[in-house]
């Protein structure tokens, strides 16, 4: 089907399209918090940690779209690691979360990022793959914070990571942004990813000088449109 609604693949604009996302980070850094603070509103005071995985779906509207946020929160202790590993296969999304008041959570940031890159099977590149990073807790006073905003600043771009920001799940704040940012920065992907196949489909009508194409990026992703709503 071809019109003004269409992609040109035969996908239609009013589309909910499912996407998986996943969090990772150390144990305690509130990831479960996040999730519930955004599916249910709620803040949980709690002290109990995550064994293996869990999952809660929310729709969400970001630019007119309507998106079925499948939010996988995972177990940030290191001997749940056979637990939640198993899932990161057919993520879509994965934010990177550390406290702010806890410099070794920011330093393992990138034990989280090659992680979720063995096991999720990236391999394209960690500037194709919608990556978020998450500092939260932000609501800490100055003197316990261990990470300056500064440096996020500089990990994320050392690393080619574009989308980062501080949440905190306890006064909400930033908390809907993250999950509004991640699904930004992935349809800003997704639109990169479908210009470079028409390219590859169509190479009549461009120069390739011989190399070839290919995006990489959620080759798979036709699969995961749903059905109007
Ligand atoms: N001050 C503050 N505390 C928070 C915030 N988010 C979570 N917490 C607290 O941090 C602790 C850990 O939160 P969780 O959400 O269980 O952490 P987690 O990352 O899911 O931990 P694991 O399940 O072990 O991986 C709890 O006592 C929360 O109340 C926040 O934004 N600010």
Redesign the pocket.
């Known amino acids: 089907m071809m019109g003004e609604d269409c992609d040109g693949y035969g996908r239609t604009a009013n589309k909910n399209i499912l996407l998986k996302i996943v969090i990772l980070?150390d144990?305690?850094?509130?990831?479960?918090?996040l999730m519930s603070r955004f599916i249910s509103n709620h803040f949980?005071?709690?002290?109990?940690?995550?064994i293996g995985v869990e999952f809660m779906n929310k729709v969400v509207e970001v630019n007119g779209k309507q998106y079925t946020l499948q939010i996988w929160?995972t177990?940030?202790?290191e001997r749940f690691k056979s637990l939640r590993t198993p899932f990161y296969r057919g993520t879509d999304i994965c934010i990177l979360?550390y406290a702010i008041d806890d410099r070794s959570s920011f330093n393992n940031i990138k034990t989280w990022l090659n992680e979720f890159l063995h096991y999720a099977g990236v391999k394209n590149g960690i500037e194709k793959f919608p990556f978020i990073v998450v500092g939260?807790?932000s609501?800490?006073s100055s003197k316990d914070r261990e990470v300056s905003h500064e440096q996020l600043k500089q990990w994320c771009d050392e690393n080619k990571i574009s989308t980062y920001l501080e949440?905190?799940?306890?006064t909400d704040s930033n908390v809907v942004e993250a999950f509004s940012q991640s699904v930004q920065r992935w349809a800003d992907l997704e639109q990169k990813a479908e210009k470079e196949l028409r390219m590859y489909h169509h190479p009549d009508t461009v120069t390739l000088h011989g190399s070839s194409v290919s995006s990489g990026f959620r080759a798979t992703c036709c699969s995961r449109f749903m059905s109007d709503t």
Do not use: E, L, P, Y
């Not at 949440?167 to 306890?170: G, I, P, R």
């Open positions: 980070g144990g305690g850094v509130g990831k479960s918090c949980d005071d709690h002290n109990f940690h995550t929160d177990a940030g202790q979360a939260n807790k609501d800490v949440t905190s799940a306890k």
